[in-house]
């Protein structure tokens, strides 16, 4: 049985059919990247996940379980979990605090059995060894507004981290980084490698394939290809459809 199990998957804005009939299959401990031109539909399928996004119809099933219908909080405690943007990164908190505070947020009250100094305590572990696992537990009491920009990002994969999934979305998580830090980011996802199921939209090609264990290709809606990237690579439909490529000549899909 694989982890995550998406059949037939559908939702429109209008009459533009975003995720038209997607089938996808994540298998536990993998890094799977999603990749496709702009306006694929990445971002969409991402949300209709997590539960951010109301699907139209479809399945998708996680660790055996049927999870649409299902609001957001209740996907986190099945173990879905997606990274936060930037954005929803609050400042003058510490960093600690931002990973606590999330966490808080999104279990709900799964910590009401204990008392409020444990549930403090509790908290404060959980996202101190989220942070740990990124690589910022030395900035656990930092504003979080000090943080360089791919500390933030690695704060908002803490974040994401933090409520313990089995399966974690990530919407980009190198955009906005320099060389430096993307490298880092990389590096930390790497390490999750087997710890956690990764399902990653991103840009950065060169990233993807050094990354990624399987691909899936998507474009206007529909998954056109998924393997390991040497055949995603080599795929002339993949190249035709990312290119705009009438035949497949030499060269790759992007290095
Ligand atoms: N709330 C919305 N209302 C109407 N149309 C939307 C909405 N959200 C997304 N779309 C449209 O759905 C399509 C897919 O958008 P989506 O952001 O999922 O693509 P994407 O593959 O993530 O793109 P990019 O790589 O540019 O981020 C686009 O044509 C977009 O304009």
Redesign the pocket.
């Known amino acids: 049985m694989s982890l995550l199990e998406v059949r037939n998957l559908r939702k429109a ?2 009459a ?1 059919k ?1 995720t038209d009939d997607l089938d996808l299959t994540v298998e536990e401990g993998e890094i799977h990247a999603i990749i ?10 991402i949300a209709q996940l997590s539960g951010e996004s109301l699907s139209d119809g479809g399945s998708v099933r996680f660790a055996d379980a049927e999870m649409m219908g299902m609001a957001m909080h209740r996907r986190v405690r099945a173990g879905i979990s997606r990274s936060f943007q930037i954005t929803s990164i609050l400042p003058g908190f510490t960093a600690l605090e931002n990973v606590a505070t999330a966490v808080q947020a999104r279990t709900g009250s799964s910590f009401r059995f204990f008392s409020p100094v444990d549930q403090e305590n509790r908290l404060n572990d959980q996202a101190l060894e989220a942070l740990d696992r990124v690589g910022i537990a030395d900035r656990a009491f930092f504003r979080a507004g000090s943080l360089s920009h791919g500390e933030k990002r690695q704060l908002e994969l803490a974040i994401a981290l933090a409520t313990r999934p089995r399966l974690l979305l990530l919407d ?1 998580p190198l955009a906005g980084t320099s060389g430096q830090e993307a490298e880092r980011l990389v590096e930390v996802m790497h390490s999750l490698r087997g710890q956690v199921t990764l399902v990653l ?1 991103e ?1 950065d090609m060169a990233a993807v394939f050094s990354l990624a264990d399987r691909v899936s290709v ?1 474009v206007y809606g529909q998954i056109i290809a998924t393997g390991p990237p040497d055949i995603i690579r080599a795929d002339p439909k993949v190249r035709q459809a990312y290119l705009g490529e009438e035949s497949a000549g030499a060269g790759d899909v992007a290095d």
Do not use: C, D, Q
């Open positions: 804005y209008g533009l975003v496709g031109p702009n306006g694929a539909g990445k971002s969409t399928l980009e939209i840009h998507l």
